[in-house]
Protein backbone atom coordinates (compact mmCIF):
# COMPACT_ATOMS: atom_id res chain seq x y z
CA UNK A 1 0.00 0.00 0.00
CA UNK A 2 1.46 3.41 -0.92
CA UNK A 3 1.90 5.59 2.07
CA UNK A 4 -0.10 9.15 2.63
CA UNK A 5 2.56 11.85 3.50
CA UNK A 6 0.57 11.36 7.01
CA UNK A 7 1.63 8.34 7.21
CA UNK A 8 5.20 8.59 6.11
CA UNK A 9 5.56 10.90 8.78
CA UNK A 10 4.16 8.95 11.55
CA UNK A 11 5.75 5.70 10.81
CA UNK A 12 9.20 7.92 10.93
CA UNK A 13 8.19 9.31 14.14
CA UNK A 14 7.67 5.76 15.68
CA UNK A 15 10.41 3.99 14.23
CA UNK A 16 12.95 6.50 15.17
CA UNK A 17 14.13 4.71 18.23
CA UNK A 18 13.25 5.01 22.25
CA UNK A 19 10.25 4.99 21.45
CA UNK A 20 7.49 4.23 24.71
CA UNK A 21 4.41 2.44 24.61
CA UNK A 22 2.73 5.70 27.21
CA UNK A 23 3.44 7.73 23.91
CA UNK A 24 1.98 5.32 21.76
CA UNK A 25 -1.35 5.67 23.88
CA UNK A 26 -0.35 9.84 23.59
CA UNK A 27 -0.74 9.51 19.99
CA UNK A 28 -3.68 7.04 19.76
CA UNK A 29 -6.01 9.37 21.89
CA UNK A 30 -5.10 12.57 19.78
CA UNK A 31 -6.05 10.59 16.42
CA UNK A 32 -8.63 8.96 18.14
CA UNK A 33 -10.21 7.12 15.34
CA UNK A 34 -9.06 7.11 11.69
CA UNK A 35 -9.63 3.52 10.10
CA UNK A 36 -7.69 4.78 6.88
CA UNK A 37 -4.54 5.67 8.33
CA UNK A 38 -4.86 2.51 10.67
CA UNK A 39 -4.93 0.35 7.62
CA UNK A 40 -1.47 2.68 6.00
CA UNK A 41 0.39 2.28 9.38
CA UNK A 42 -0.72 -1.53 9.36
CA UNK A 43 0.56 -2.58 5.65
CA UNK A 44 4.20 -1.38 6.73
CA UNK A 45 4.62 -4.49 8.57
CA UNK A 46 6.47 -3.07 11.31
CA UNK A 47 5.81 -2.94 15.17
CA UNK A 48 5.09 0.45 16.72
CA UNK A 49 3.07 1.50 13.55
CA UNK A 50 1.34 -2.22 14.06
CA UNK A 51 0.76 -1.25 17.39
CA UNK A 52 -0.81 2.41 17.37
CA UNK A 53 -2.90 0.94 14.20
CA UNK A 54 -5.10 -1.20 16.93
CA UNK A 55 -5.53 2.26 18.76
CA UNK A 56 -7.08 3.93 15.73
CA UNK A 57 -9.11 1.00 13.95
CA UNK A 58 -12.95 2.28 13.24
CA UNK A 59 -14.12 -1.16 15.14
CA UNK A 60 -17.29 -0.94 13.27
CA UNK A 61 -15.45 -1.85 9.69
CA UNK A 62 -13.00 -4.40 11.64
CA UNK A 63 -15.22 -7.20 9.35
CA UNK A 64 -14.18 -10.89 10.10
CA UNK A 65 -12.49 -11.14 7.19
CA UNK A 66 -10.30 -8.28 8.01
CA UNK A 67 -9.51 -9.51 11.75
CA UNK A 68 -8.58 -13.16 9.75
CA UNK A 69 -5.62 -11.01 7.71
CA UNK A 70 -5.03 -9.01 10.72
CA UNK A 71 -4.17 -12.27 12.79
CA UNK A 72 -2.63 -14.09 9.95
CA UNK A 73 -0.27 -10.60 9.96
CA UNK A 74 0.50 -11.13 13.52
CA UNK A 75 1.80 -14.23 13.00
CA UNK A 76 4.95 -12.75 11.42
CA UNK A 77 6.36 -11.03 14.55
CA UNK A 78 8.15 -12.53 17.18
CA UNK A 79 6.59 -14.11 19.99
CA UNK A 80 6.69 -11.06 22.22
CA UNK A 81 5.25 -8.67 19.74
CA UNK A 82 2.49 -11.18 18.44
CA UNK A 83 1.18 -10.98 21.90
CA UNK A 84 1.19 -7.38 22.02
CA UNK A 85 -0.57 -6.92 18.92
CA UNK A 86 -3.03 -9.54 19.84
CA UNK A 87 -3.66 -8.01 23.44
CA UNK A 88 -3.85 -5.03 22.21
CA UNK A 89 -6.44 -5.07 19.51
CA UNK A 90 -8.56 -7.07 22.02
CA UNK A 91 -8.47 -4.32 24.26
CA UNK A 92 -8.86 -1.41 22.81
CA UNK A 93 -11.24 -3.00 19.54
CA UNK A 94 -12.42 -6.10 20.00
CA UNK A 95 -13.74 -5.75 23.34
CA UNK A 96 -15.71 -2.75 23.30
CA UNK A 97 -18.38 -4.03 20.73
CA UNK A 98 -20.94 -6.58 21.71
CA UNK A 99 -20.97 -7.97 17.64
CA UNK A 100 -16.97 -8.04 17.98
CA UNK A 101 -17.67 -9.81 21.73
CA UNK A 102 -19.77 -11.99 19.95
CA UNK A 103 -16.86 -12.93 17.31
CA UNK A 104 -14.95 -13.59 20.39
CA UNK A 105 -16.39 -16.10 21.83
CA UNK A 106 -16.65 -18.43 18.56
CA UNK A 107 -12.85 -19.00 18.59
CA UNK A 108 -12.16 -21.47 20.65
CA UNK A 109 -11.56 -24.21 18.05
CA UNK A 110 -10.45 -21.30 15.71
CA UNK A 111 -7.58 -22.87 13.01
CA UNK A 112 -5.52 -19.40 14.19
CA UNK A 113 -3.57 -19.30 17.80
CA UNK A 114 -3.71 -15.73 17.34
CA UNK A 115 -7.41 -16.06 17.39
CA UNK A 116 -7.44 -19.00 20.10
CA UNK A 117 -5.37 -16.62 22.73
CA UNK A 118 -7.62 -13.93 22.48
CA UNK A 119 -10.75 -16.16 23.08
CA UNK A 120 -8.68 -17.61 26.31
CA UNK A 121 -7.58 -13.91 27.06
CA UNK A 122 -10.83 -12.29 26.59
CA UNK A 123 -12.50 -15.22 29.11
CA UNK A 124 -9.53 -13.97 31.89
CA UNK A 125 -10.39 -10.57 31.29
CA UNK A 126 -14.01 -11.22 32.11
CA UNK A 127 -13.15 -12.39 35.09
CA UNK A 128 -10.75 -10.56 36.43
CA UNK A 129 -12.43 -7.08 35.32
CA UNK A 130 -14.87 -7.13 38.40
CA UNK A 131 -17.86 -8.21 35.78
CA UNK A 132 -19.81 -11.37 36.95
CA UNK A 133 -17.92 -14.26 35.63
CA UNK A 134 -20.03 -16.30 32.34
CA UNK A 135 -21.39 -19.74 33.62
CA UNK A 136 -19.10 -21.91 31.16
CA UNK A 137 -16.45 -22.33 33.49
CA UNK A 138 -16.70 -25.76 33.80
CA UNK A 139 -16.82 -26.33 30.30
CA UNK A 140 -13.48 -24.05 30.05
CA UNK A 141 -12.02 -26.47 32.74
CA UNK A 142 -12.71 -29.52 30.60
CA UNK A 143 -11.78 -27.55 27.56
CA UNK A 144 -8.43 -26.46 29.40
CA UNK A 145 -7.83 -29.93 30.87
CA UNK A 146 -7.93 -31.72 27.56
CA UNK A 147 -6.14 -29.18 25.36
CA UNK A 148 -3.89 -26.85 27.57
CA UNK A 149 -1.02 -29.41 27.79
CA UNK A 150 -0.44 -29.31 23.63
CA UNK A 151 -1.17 -25.27 23.06
CA UNK A 152 0.80 -23.53 20.90
CA UNK A 153 2.74 -21.14 23.03
CA UNK A 154 1.08 -17.75 23.19
CA UNK A 155 -2.33 -20.07 23.30
CA UNK A 156 -1.02 -21.84 26.40
CA UNK A 157 -0.35 -18.84 28.51
CA UNK A 158 -3.64 -17.27 27.85
CA UNK A 159 -5.37 -20.51 28.41
CA UNK A 160 -3.01 -20.71 31.96
CA UNK A 161 -3.83 -17.27 32.51
CA UNK A 162 -7.94 -17.88 32.02
CA UNK A 163 -7.37 -21.22 34.65
CA UNK A 164 -6.13 -18.67 37.08
CA UNK A 165 -8.65 -16.13 36.59
CA UNK A 166 -11.42 -18.83 37.29
CA UNK A 167 -9.37 -20.22 40.52
CA UNK A 168 -9.22 -16.46 42.04
CA UNK A 169 -12.75 -15.91 40.86
CA UNK A 170 -14.88 -18.27 41.25
CA UNK A 171 -13.78 -20.82 45.04
CA UNK A 172 -16.37 -23.86 43.72
CA UNK A 173 -13.45 -24.52 41.02
CA UNK A 174 -9.87 -23.23 42.76
CA UNK A 175 -8.86 -26.93 43.45
CA UNK A 176 -9.70 -28.16 40.07
CA UNK A 177 -7.72 -25.12 38.78
CA UNK A 178 -4.81 -25.46 41.43
CA UNK A 179 -4.47 -29.59 40.80
CA UNK A 180 -4.71 -28.58 37.11
CA UNK A 181 -1.31 -26.66 37.48
CA UNK A 182 -0.09 -28.83 39.51
CA UNK A 183 -0.70 -31.69 36.98
CA UNK A 184 0.72 -30.20 34.11
CA UNK A 185 3.65 -28.50 35.79
CA UNK A 186 3.52 -24.93 33.36
CA UNK A 187 5.82 -22.20 34.19
CA UNK A 188 6.82 -24.30 37.77
CA UNK A 189 10.57 -23.35 37.21
CA UNK A 190 9.74 -19.98 36.03
CA UNK A 191 12.04 -16.88 37.56
CA UNK A 192 9.58 -13.90 37.76
CA UNK A 193 11.27 -10.40 39.03
CA UNK A 194 10.32 -9.04 42.69
CA UNK A 195 6.86 -8.18 43.22
CA UNK A 196 5.62 -10.23 40.00
CA UNK A 197 3.18 -13.00 40.33
CA UNK A 198 4.68 -16.38 38.91
CA UNK A 199 2.53 -18.11 36.15
CA UNK A 200 2.41 -21.14 37.80
CA UNK A 201 -1.34 -21.86 38.92
CA UNK A 202 -1.29 -22.78 42.63
CA UNK A 203 1.41 -20.03 43.27
CA UNK A 204 -0.46 -17.84 41.23
CA UNK A 205 -3.62 -18.77 42.33
CA UNK A 206 -2.51 -18.80 46.48
CA UNK A 207 -0.85 -15.06 45.68
CA UNK A 208 -3.67 -13.35 44.01
CA UNK A 209 -6.65 -14.82 46.47
CA UNK A 210 -4.26 -13.35 49.56
CA UNK A 211 -4.20 -10.04 48.30
CA UNK A 212 -7.85 -9.90 47.87
CA UNK A 213 -8.64 -11.14 51.50
Request: aromatic letters at 8%; glycine letters at 4%; one cysteine or more.
Amino acid sequence: MALSARAKKLVAELTSGNLKLGDLKKRGNEIKKDHGLAMELWSTGQYYPRLLSTLIFDRKLLAENVIDQLASDVLRHDAKERSQLADWLLANQLAKDKKLVSLVATWEKNPSPILRRLFWYHQARLRWTGQVPPDNSADLLDALENDMANAEPEVQWAMNFCAGQIGIHEPRFRSRCIKLGEALGLYKDERVSRNCTPSYLPEFIRIEVAKRE
